[in-house]
């Protein structure tokens, strides 16, 4: 698990970086991301560190990680499961086309409304469709109707992580074959190599096992090739290729 020390400016909003070093997390942050952050990130990452829940919200390093890769691919129709205050759902806007399109979703839209007024500002609402409630649902409906199959350039995938499997059966289906699905924390707060009698919060502990099963699930399925980085909390990519 990562040193957990006093003085790293990113522990404001209660995240851990993986790296063994706080300082150096710290350097990273300070030295290539927060000059290069778009000032509407900086105001709802600001905006989001006073909410409650704030370690739920996407790191700074990983919102601009994201925001390259989707500029990288040329994404330009893409899907968000897990928005909360909507860090992420910024950082992809911003790298879409005028015309590119978010279909996102959340159980909760009062955290969603905290960061939509930013969104607004940035002239970058007309881009999202957000959905509330359970994404499940709204991708078997997808899947029943056919005519979505194989039309997401990019889908990112930060909810539920009991459900993660149940997503992955559904998503491959979404995606272009050539596409990308971000699986996010699947280093699960380093977890994932902690030994059984490890004292874990009970969050962590709960999902863990769902989080180890999809790993190898992952790793396992052929109609993807994988790429897991230790940005964030763990991101694994995964390219449709069958
Ligand atoms: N990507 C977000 C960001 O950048 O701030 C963080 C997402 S947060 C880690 C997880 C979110 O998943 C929460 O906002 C929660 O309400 C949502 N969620 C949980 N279960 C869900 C479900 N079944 N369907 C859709 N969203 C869900
Ligand atoms: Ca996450």
């Given at each position: 698990?990562?040193?957990?020390?006093?003085?790293?400016?990113?522990?404001?909003?209660?995240?851990?970086?993986?790296?063994?070093?706080?300082?150096?997390?710290?350097?990273?942050?300070?030295?290539?991301?927060?000059?290069?952050?778009?000032?509407?990130?900086?105001?709802?990452?600001?905006?989001?560190?006073k909410?409650?829940?704030?370690?739920?919200?996407?790191?700074?390093?990983?919102?601009?990680?994201?925001?390259?890769?989707?500029?990288?691919?040329?994404?330009?129709?893409?899907m968000?499961?897990?928005?909360?205050?909507?860090?992420?759902?910024?950082?992809?806007?911003?790298?879409?086309?005028?015309?590119?399109?978010?279909?996102?979703?959340?159980i909760?839209?009062?955290?969603?409304?905290?960061?939509?007024?930013?969104i607004?500002?940035?002239?970058?609402?007309?881009?999202?469709?957000f959905?509330?409630?359970?994404?499940?649902?709204?991708?078997?409906?997808?899947?029943?109707?056919?005519?979505?199959?194989?039309?997401?350039?990019?889908?990112?995938?930060?909810?539920?992580?009991?459900?993660?499997?149940?997503?992955?059966k559904?998503?491959?289906?979404?995606?272009?074959?050539?596409?990308?699905?971000?699986?996010?924390?699947?280093?699960?707060?380093?977890?994932?190599?902690?030994?059984?009698?490890?004292?874990?919060?009970?969050?962590?502990?709960?999902?863990?096992?769902?989080?180890?099963?999809?790993?190898?699930?992952?790793?396992?399925?052929?109609?993807?090739?994988?790429?897991?980085?230790?940005?964030?909390?763990?991101?694994?990519?995964c390219?449709?290729?069958?």
């Amino acid at each position: 698990m990562a040193s957990n020390g006093e003085n790293g400016r990113h522990q404001e909003v209660g995240h851990k970086s993986l790296l063994q070093s706080d300082a150096l997390y710290q350097f990273i942050l300070e030295t290539s991301v927060y000059p290069r952050e778009p000032e509407a990130m900086k105001e709802l990452r600001e905006i989001t560190a006073k909410h409650p829940w704030n370690l739920m919200t996407t790191s700074a390093d990983e919102g601009q990680f994201l925001n390259m890769l989707l500029k990288l691919i040329n994404a330009k129709n893409t899907m968000e499961i897990g928005v909360f205050t909507g860090y992420s759902l910024l950082a992809t806007a911003m790298a879409l086309p005028d015309d590119g399109k978010i279909l996102a979703m959340d159980i909760n839209r009062d955290n969603y409304e905290i960061g939509l007024p930013v969104i607004e500002k940035a002239g970058l609402a007309h881009k999202i469709e957000f959905r509330e409630g359970p994404a499940l649902p709204v991708l078997d409906q997808m899947i029943e109707d056919g005519k979505y199959h194989g039309t997401y350039d990019f889908i990112f995938v930060d909810a539920d992580k009991d459900n993660y499997l149940n997503y992955h059966k559904r998503l491959i289906n979404l995606v272009k074959v050539g596409g990308l699905i971000g699986y996010d924390n699947t280093l699960w707060n380093g977890s994932v190599v902690a030994p059984p009698d490890t004292p874990l919060r009970k969050y962590v502990r709960y999902y863990r096992d769902f989080v180890l099963e999809l790993n190898k699930a992952l790793a396992a399925d052929s109609r993807i090739e994988i790429c897991q980085l230790p940005v964030g909390d763990g991101i694994t990519l995964c390219r449709r290729i069958s």
